[in-house]
């Protein structure tokens, strides 16, 4: 029976494996509209409109002259000036004499409750560097290396399934004084945000890949601590003779719409799982590109932003005037 274990893979190997030549189809396909928005609640939005186009066309304008486009909210038409409000059904109706018409709907999502984060800094090295400057107005710099951990309860409603997508991005209110860099987040250490790896795409080594997104199934209607790990951060203050003004992260927890949480699922896939790859080989479903719009082509989404801060004053204030008494 031992030999089994050569023939199985040289038989697969045999089907997999054949001649092949390359062939335009012959697809009686007409273009389409293709309608793509991102609604934030508190503000106005844009709608971009387009038609499909063959993958083997030339590169030429996909713009659409003569579209018409009519929003509705909440059953009402708005202007191009409306500011979308948490709880809006936005409807968007697109027509064109040349494509035809599209439409799509989506509900803008109500902002989710965020807690103020809970974290903790581990300095990893700190250094001096003396004699900056031209000559006639020196002065030393402070460098310091460290890692941020932080915890940060999200509060889930428990009326609908819900969606949500983390970023961060650094802020800061002094001038030339001091600077930070964020360093690299490690999704690995948040297992929710892996939540969406299957198990064969998990024995295939597939990993997040900075995806931040994840729903409230394992946690519907309670709290959810969000573990964060921040290393190789650092920060520079240029001249310690000023004090230092806010400066830190800025953290995001965005209620998103389904629409939105499925089409970063499917870039997830197209661009890190496998299942795509499967599909395309035969040895697995197609998974196709996800779109809510009428004819299948496009994007509208919709978010609701809830941010909070981690300031890191106090800390760069303390370490500063640790090292000058040393």
Same mark, same amino acid.
């Given at each position: ?146 890692? /941020?951990? @932080?915890?940060? %309860? &999200?509060?889930?409603? $428990? ?10 991005? *650094? ?115 197609? /998974?196709? @590109?996800?779109? %809510? &719009?009428?004819?299948? $082509? ?10 909070? *801060? ?17």
């Amino acid at each position: 029976m031992a030999i089994l274990k050569h023939i199985i893979p040289i038989a697969i190997a045999a089907l997999t494996a054949s001649c092949y030549e390359d062939f335009t189809p012959k697809v009686d396909t007409q273009p389409v509209l293709c309608i793509n928005a991102l609604i934030t609640a508190g503000e106005t939005f844009d709608v971009h409109v387009s038609r499909t186009w063959r993958y083997d066309a030339p590169e030429t304008d996909h713009s659409v002259n003569d579209a018409n486009v009519i929003i509705y909210a909440n059953g009402n038409p708005v202007g191009r000036d409306y500011i979308a409000c948490q709880g809006d059904e936005i409807r968007i109706i697109v027509t064109s004499p040349t494509y035809g018409e599209a439409e799509a709907t989506v509900t803008v999502p109500r902002a989710v409750q965020v807690d103020q984060p809970e974290w903790v800094t581990t300095v990893t090295s700190t250094w001096t560097g003396e004699d900056f400057g031209d000559g006639d107005s020196e002065w030393s710099a402070h460098f310091c290396h460290f890692t /941020l951990d @932080a915890t940060l %309860n &999200v509060h889930d409603s $428990a009326d609908t399934p819900d969606y949500y997508r983390f970023s961060f991005d *650094t802020y800061n209110d002094n001038d030339w004084s001091c600077d930070i860099i964020q360093g690299t987040l490690q999704y690995k250490q948040e297992p929710i945000f892996s939540e969406h790896i299957g198990q064969l795409e998990s024995v295939m080594g597939a990993e997040t890949d900075g995806f931040s997104l994840f729903s409230d199934r394992q946690f519907p209607g309670s709290r959810y601590p969000l573990h964060l790990q921040w290393r190789e951060m650092s920060w520079m203050a240029h001249d310690t003779s000023e004090a230092i003004a806010p400066i830190g992260l800025r953290l995001s927890i965005a209620s998103v719409s389904e629409s939105y949480y499925k089409y970063a699922l499917f870039c997830w896939h197209t661009y890190n799982g496998i299942l795509i790859d499967l599909g395309d080989t035969g040895f697995g479903e197609p /998974l196709w @590109a996800y779109s %809510n &719009v009428s004819t299948g $082509a496009g994007i509208v989404a919709a978010q609701a932003v809830t941010s909070c *801060t981690i300031d890191l004053k106090d800390f760069i204030t303390q370490t500063i005037n640790h090292k000058s008494r040393q």
